[in-house]
């Protein structure tokens, strides 16, 4: 079955530089989520979008932005990099509507900042 | 206050013991829903098992068996007989609607399982 496409991978980027990461969903997925898990950490909610629209905001920095196209994809925008901002950036998709909302995890996009 | 707690850091068995990794929820919300995920040293969150508030009954998939018990805000997971493959961090999350519009889990910070061949 498909899952969550999560590109590039791997990511090495300058101090203040800007990165992009993509995110393709389950197929008819309506809901995407972006967490972003610091070494040794647990994942951390940034933002979701529900049928393209925000829905929730976590603890994205103001450097950050994200959308959601009309293909259901997403990318997330992260300007002014610092060092703070390496880390595993992943993207999931769920359903809504059924109970649970069972939420899949892309394999992740690991970004390094130096 | 931490939604969800996992004592347990770091487990270290050999293989073929069992082992119960913890995890303890708080919510007041009485729709929730729990979660456990794998996250091999690879990376990736590989989704286990979807529990919601309203089903108590255990679960065993496997080698795989999940405890809920809302009395002590509990959802426990065991693995019999575990295998070098077990070795991951597993995770618990808890989504509830308190605090947001929509069901966002939370996460426990996890227990990294080492099995010793």
């Known amino acids: 079955a498909a899952g969550v496409i999560q590109s590039p991978r791997h990511l090495i980027k300058e101090k203040r530089e800007t990165a992009t990461l993509k995110c393709y969903p389950i197929?008819?997925?309506?809901?995407v989520y972006w967490y972003q898990q610091g070494p040794g950490q647990d994942p951390q909610f940034l933002i979701s979008?529900?049928?393209?629209?925000?829905?929730d905001k976590g603890s994205i920095p103001d450097r950050f932005s994200a959308q959601q196209f009309s293909d259901y994809h997403s990318e997330l925008n992260m300007s002014s990099l610092e060092l703070g901002d390496s880390a595993l950036y992943f993207c999931?998709?769920?359903?809504?509507?059924?109970?649970?909302?069972?939420?899949?995890f892309g394999e992740g996009s690991w970004l390094t900042v130096v | 206050a931490q939604k969800v707690t996992q004592a347990q850091t770091e487990i270290s068995v050999v293989e073929k013991e069992d082992v119960t990794l913890d995890c303890v929820y708080e919510?007041?919300?009485?729709?929730?829903?729990l979660f456990w995920y794998k996250q091999p040293p690879s990376g990736e969150l590989v989704f286990l098992i979807r529990?919601?508030?309203?089903?108590?009954q255990n679960e065993i998939s496997g080698r795989y068996s999940w405890n809920f018990q809302k009395s002590t805000s509990s959802f426990n997971f065991t693995i019999t007989a575990s295998q070098v493959v077990d070795s991951a961090v597993y995770f618990c999350?808890?989504?509830?609607?308190?605090?947001?519009?929509?069901?966002?889990?939370?996460f426990g910070r996890g227990t990294s399982l080492i099995v010793h061949p």
């Open positions: 979008f529900y049928e393209k629209m925000q829905s």
């Open positions: 529990r919601n508030s309203f089903d108590e």
């Open positions: 197929p008819r997925h309506d809901t």
């Open positions: 919510t007041r919300d009485t729709t929730y829903y």
């Open positions: 999350a808890l989504s509830d609607i308190l605090g947001g519009g929509s069901y966002i889990p939370t």
């Open positions: 999931a998709s769920s359903l809504q509507g059924l109970a649970g909302n069972t939420i899949y």
